[in-house]
């Protein structure tokens, strides 16, 4: 059932549809259930609006099953129907199981997922893509290790074969050969899969494997110039190109990750090679045909595509990632992505179900909030391997969070295989700016962020910084107000910013934003509910400028001004 590489998603918006959800999980155990929160209890995930959740499920390219009417998840989708090559899988099943439609994702598997669920219900999914059902293949989505030249040629190819038209196919397509094609060695319809630059003839589709391994060795600045020359003088197309590479000596090489990023390939590094022959022969195969471009550069064609991804090691990747307070919305498309890449996700537990799905072959490493130093060595370690590894915090990891201990271990540790790593930080939103854009502007004046904490700094600190910040007329978000083990200090920062502020100076306690449980309160300094607060809320306390006006329907708004009147 796992399609792409994500594991998916089963949708459900009531406790009537838990049972089939739960036979069909059983039988693809990488799928998490979602379920709508005050309607489904046991669910592996929560969401609380069914239209802005799966419409965040399919943006993120995650196969989807729905156990819903069809009607609701395709005006749910209808809007976002722009590029069916970019569609994820979405079926659709009854309540009861005994339909299964695949609705969404022809070109990747739907039908398939949808096949392997109605087997489940011991019955037959709805499949009508015509090509499919008479011919069991696709050409728009070859396997993997396959590149299609030109697929705008593909739809009517298969017209012509719907219409009674045969094939020849010149080339290895075993995924072709296997499918009920009418074969004439004749036919004026033909499809060539082949390591050359052709140009595809009228009523030809064209494949490129991806067969030809790069090896590389010292990361001359020119060698990107240098292979494409050598494959025009070769013959050879760009789009069979499997990977790069370069011994493991090369592994910081900043010129290798350029020339690797500009023509889109792995790159792999070998611990015990060390010429450009013996790299490319090594990843290709003892059967590949060899091509010397230079000492530097060599070429391998290889009789069979090459998964790049299992030969040598990568150079591990680190991303420290800001998940923001909780909405899925909020969440930005470079942390989706690196969230999408990963092969391992290290955090809290709890940030860890809120980065959502696994994908097949991903990992997750669960530590205790106050581990940090402990799960920074621990993600170092995993990168240094050669992984691509996402650490994940809440809000910003630069803000209070995990960006800090990373860089600290980092700085303080003699390992040099960890400054080899590939190391990036993904902002995010802020508690502080989640709770603000809830109820206003309250920041949209000069402003500052404090920690109540005084784990890692003494409260003498906390305290003096309060006293001045106040003193500065600054807008304060207060982060960690409050703890089990630390029940008076927000009560004591309230009493040092009443020394310079007004009683009745607004104050928003916001607790879990962006979360299911979200609470927003609206209160003054002087009266606000110290015994609400938890380590869930962040606390904003206005200026002397801020402002506060009853907003229509209930509630209010904060706004702090920007400008200040002048004498």
Not at 64 to 91: D, F, Q, S
Not at 251 to 274: H, N
Not at 436 to 447: M, S, T
Request: hydrophobic share 45%.
């Amino acid at each position: 059932m796992s399609q792409g590489s994500v594991s998916p998603a089963i949708v459900i918006l009531g406790t009537g549809s838990l049972y089939a959800a739960k036979r069909i999980q059983a039988n693809f155990p990488h799928a998490r259930i979602h379920g709508l929160a005050g309607r489904v209890d046991d669910a592996d995930e929560m969401f609380v609006e069914f239209g802005p959740h799966l419409r965040d499920l399919f943006q993120a390219n995650v196969p989807i099953v729905v156990l819903c009417a069809v009607g609701i998840v395709v005006r749910t989708l209808a809007p976002l129907l722009a590029n069916k090559l970019g569609e994820p899988p979405v079926v659709v099943v009854s309540e009861d199981g005994k339909a299964v439609v695949p609705l969404l994702g022809g070109l990747s598997g739907v039908n398939a997922m949808a096949t392997a669920i109605a087997e489940v219900f011991e019955t037959v999914a709805a499949i009508t893509t015509t090509g499919e059902v008479r011919f069991g293949v696709t050409f728009e989505k070859p396997p993997a290790g396959y590149v299609f030249k030109n697929p705008a040629a593909g739809k009517k190819f298969m017209s012509d074969l719907l219409a009674g038209a045969t094939v020849q196919i010149d080339g290895d397509a075993p995924w072709l050969r296997a499918g009920r094609l009418r074969i004439d060695p004749a036919s004026a319809h033909s499809i060539l899969v082949t390591e050359e630059n052709v140009a595809p003839a009228s009523d030809q589709l064209v494949y490129h494997p991806k067969t030809i391994c790069i090896g590389i060795v010292g990361a001359p600045w020119d060698a990107a110039d240098r292979l494409a020359v050598a494959l025009d003088k070769l013959g050879l197309a760009r789009e069979s190109l499997a990977g790069i590479f370069a011994p493991e000596a090369d592994i910081a090489s900043t010129k290798l990750r350029d020339m690797a990023g500009l023509l889109d390939l792995p790159l792999r590094f070998v611990a015990d090679e060390c010429t450009a022959e013996g790299l490319a022969r090594r990843a290709a195969g003892g059967a590949a045909t060899l091509h010397a471009i230079d000492g530097n550069l060599a070429m391998a064609v290889a009789p069979a595509p090459v998964d790049a991804e299992t030969i040598g090691r990568g150079r591990g990747r680190l991303a420290v990632i800001g998940l923001g307070p909780g909405d899925t919305q909020w969440l930005s498309p470079e942390a989706k992505f690196e969230l999408a890449r990963a092969t391992d996700l290290v955090g809290y537990e709890t940030y860890l179900k809120m980065a959502g799905p696994l994908r097949d072959g991903q990992h997750r490493h669960a530590f205790d909030n106050r581990e940090e130093e402990k799960r920074s060595r621990f993600a170092f370690e995993l990168a240094a391997e050669g992984k691509s590894v996402a650490v994940v915090s809440s809000g910003d990891p630069g803000i209070f969070a995990m960006a800090t201990a990373i860089l600290e271990t980092l700085h303080r540790a003699n390992e040099p295989r960890w400054h080899a790593v590939e190391l990036r930080i993904v902002p995010g939103i802020s508690a502080a700016q989640g709770a603000a854009a809830r109820i206003g502007a309250p920041l949209g004046h000069d402003f500052c962020v404090i920690s109540l904490s005084d784990v890692l700094k003494p409260w003498e600190t906390v305290a003096d910084r309060l006293d001045h910040a106040a003193a500065a007329d600054l807008v304060i978000a207060l982060y960690n107000p409050t703890s089990r083990f630390r029940p008076w200090q927000l009560e004591r920062a309230r009493d040092i910013l009443l020394k310079h502020r007004a009683s009745e100076t607004p104050v928003i306690c916001a607790k879990s934003i962006g979360r299911g449980a979200e609470d927003i309160r609206v209160s003054t300094l002087g009266t606000f509910d110290l015994s609400w607060v938890d380590m869930r809320t962040t606390v904003i306390v206005g200026s002397s400028k801020t402002e506060r006006f009853p907003r229509f329907g209930g509630g209010d708004w904060v706004y702090t001004p920007r400008h200040y009147e002048t004498n």
